[in-house]
């Protein structure tokens, strides 16, 4: 079993964030819950019901930094899942990159995945402004 959460040591596979090599036990890299990455989630099918649930009663979302890779679908899916309960009129959703580069390609796919395109210009209104990138957040 691997460790895992604030203050437990990283697992064997975790990586430094500047030259990507192995960092077995850094407990600096843990200060939070930590998503891991692609190659180590099994702790994401205990989340799908948080997100899906976080979903149907959001109606203002804020994404900083997340660009919704295609290995992380599992995330669309329960955002189109929790978006189909919500009772809102309106959610939107404000995607934060590195600068609208980077946002309107992630807007661009979010808004033609099959998963989503019913729900958008009806309930899900994604907006790609530009807000600085992290600096402003």
């Known amino acids: 079993m691997v ?10 596979n975790r990586r430094c964030a500047h030259c990507k090599d192995v960092l077995p036990g850094r407990k600096e890299l843990l200060d939070g819950l930590v998503v891991p990455p692609r190659y180590d989630k ?6 799908k019901g948080a997100i ?3 979903f149907a009663w959001a109606n203002n979302i804020l994404s900083i930094g997340f660009s919704y890779p295609a290995q992380d679908e599992y995330f669309v899916q329960c955002m189109s899942d929790g ?3 919500n009772p809102n009129s ?3 959703l404000s995607l934060v990159l590195r600068g609208k580069a980077g946002t309107d390609p992630v807007k661009q796919r979010l808004e033609s995945d099959p998963r989503l395109a019913p729900l958008i210009g009806t309930l899900l209104k994604i907006d790609a402004t530009d807000l600085g990138g ?3 957040i």
Request: hydrophobic share 30%; charged share 45%.
């Open 3 to 12: 460790p895992r959460g604030g203050g437990k040591p990283a697992s064997d």
């Open 42 to 47: 099994e702790i994401i099918e205990g989340s």
């Open 52 to 54: 899906r649930r976080a």
């Open 83 to 85: 978006l189909r309960e």
């Open 90 to 92: 309106e959610v939107k």
């Open 134 to 136: 992290f600096e402003a």
